[in-house]
């Protein structure tokens, strides 16, 4: 029987790249999935900024700097924190900007809208859809344990578990992949940006804030790819064992059978 050297080599590889997942996934369930953050415009205009960070806890985190007074405020509550809502997210801007001559100072105020929606009605859809979210994740992240496990037997232990490896690997990506997308898809305008429409001001067109999927969300997406890259030494490793490339299926030698 020859043997595949080149395949067994393999074996660490894809073993590396599941722990590499698992890491990713760990992350990724404590970091945001989905931020909001004013523009640089609407921090020239207003002196501040604000940023909103949702995770997968039902928790938001607020934080606004006031760069005229040079402070800072960072603030985290529960979703059900309707009161917070209207105190630190949904709130009026107070802009000033002096035109082109320097001659007249322009004032407006506005709030942050996403369609029909408040900023602070988006970020509760968000997090309202996380017990989903953060289930798959979860599951996903259990099965690729599951699986670098069974790498691991296969590349010291010498067992055949290929096939169970592949198996469990392609459930794990798919939740993990399946994750996120599911978030955006069930998140009215999950991404996108707000231009302030004032025609003949001097704000008119002005970017005023962009949200979309954050940390968690990019990483657990990245973690499904390596998990799909994994599985590809994986398959291959195990199509070599069938065909007798590699050792440990055993076979049965039918012509030794005897029948008592």
Not at 130 to 151: R, S, W
Not at 222 to 235: E, H, M, T
């Amino acid at each position: 029987m020859r043997i595949n050297l080149g395949s067994i080599k393999k074996q660490p590889v894809a073993l590396l790249l599941a722990l590499l997942a698992v890491l990713l996934v760990v992350i990724a369930i404590f970091q945001p999935w989905w931020s909001m953050n004013t523009s640089p415009e609407l921090q020239m205009l207003t002196n501040s900024t604000m940023n909103i960070n949702a995770g997968l806890f039902r928790t938001l985190n607020v934080g606004t700097t006031n760069i005229t007074a040079g402070t800072t405020n960072a603030t985290s509550f529960g979703i059900t924190n309707t009161t917070a809502y209207q105190g630190l997210i949904f709130q009026p801007f107070n802009a000033n900007r002096t035109d082109a001559n320097a001659t007249n100072t322009f004032m407006t105020t506005f709030t942050f809208s996403v369609a029909n929606l408040t900023i602070a009605q988006q970020a509760k859809q968000i997090a309202d859809d996380t017990n989903l979210t953060l289930a798959m994740v979860i599951a996903g992240l259990v099965l690729t344990v599951v699986m670098a496990l069974l790498i691991y037997l296969t590349t010291v232990r010498k067992l055949p578990l290929e096939r169970y490896a592949y198996l469990v690997g392609v459930l794990a990506a798919v939740l993990l992949l399946l994750a996120p997308l599911q978030m955006t898809n069930n998140v009215s305008n999950f991404a996108g940006s707000l231009a302030l429409s004032m025609r003949g001001s001097v704000w008119d067109g002005e970017t005023l804030a962009t949200w979309g999927p954050s940390t968690g969300w990019f990483l657990t997406l990245a973690a499904a790819l390596l998990d799909i890259v994994c599985l590809l030494p994986i398959r291959r490793i195990y199509a070599e064992r069938r065909r007798g490339l590699l050792p440990g299926i055993a076979t049965m030698d039918r012509s030794k059978i005897t029948t008592g």
